[in-house]
């Protein structure tokens, strides 16, 4: 009797690690927006927040409320695709300038890789960046932009410099998942 419950128990036992283990193996969760057109990973343990007048949609940290990925969406000229906007180091320097680090805002954006990517026939940007703030703290941003159906979309991770080893792996699986159809 007393054997059976003990085999019972560490079945159940068991079969919860490995529950656990598997929920947090991959370490991301999937979202995709249908309307928009756009889909990628974000870490589990992080939640959606609604911002207003802001990027489309945003993720952040449950416990580090500063890291978070985000997708901006904008419009583009009639019938232009990413490269005919420009190169990747172009693209890169008019977003950190524009975007990450706007005239007046105190902040410095310095570009440190620019790269191209093609996956399933789209054409990807992906920009990483090294963020100064106004009280010299620093962050580490990663990029990836893309254009389709005559929009620009640019996703955006951004984490303290302080915990980039420890969450980058995460974080560049998170921008490489990022896809627009």
């Known amino acids: 009797m007393w054997k059976r419950i003990a085999i019972i128990f560490l079945l159940v036992l068991s079969f919860s690690l490995n529950g656990c283990e598997i929920a947090t ?17 974000y870490p ?6 609604k911002v207003a007048n802001g990027p489309d949609v945003v993720f952040h940290d449950l416990i580090e409320f500063s890291e978070n990925v985000s997708v901006v969406i904008s419009e583009v000229p009639e019938g232009k695709t990413l490269t005919d906007l420009g190169t990747p180091t172009e693209i890169g320097y008019k977003l950190g300038k524009n975007a990450l680090a706007p005239e007046g805002s105190g902040r410095k954006a310095e570009l440190v890789n620019a790269e191209k990517r093609e996956v399933n026939g789209n054409t990807y940007y992906k920009l990483e960046y090294l963020i100064t703030l106004p009280n010299n703290q620093q962050r580490h941003n990663l990029a990836s932009v893309a254009t389709s159906r005559g929009k620009l979309f640019t996703f955006n991770a951004s984490v303290p410099e302080k915990r980039w080893r420890k969450v980058k792996n995460l974080i560049q699986q998170s921008v490489d998942s990022f896809s627009v159809y």
């Open 25 to 41: 193996a991959g370490g991301l969760r999937s979202y995709v927006d249908t309307a928009d057109g756009y889909q990628f990973s």
């Open 44 to 49: 589990n343990g992080w939640v959606e927040v």
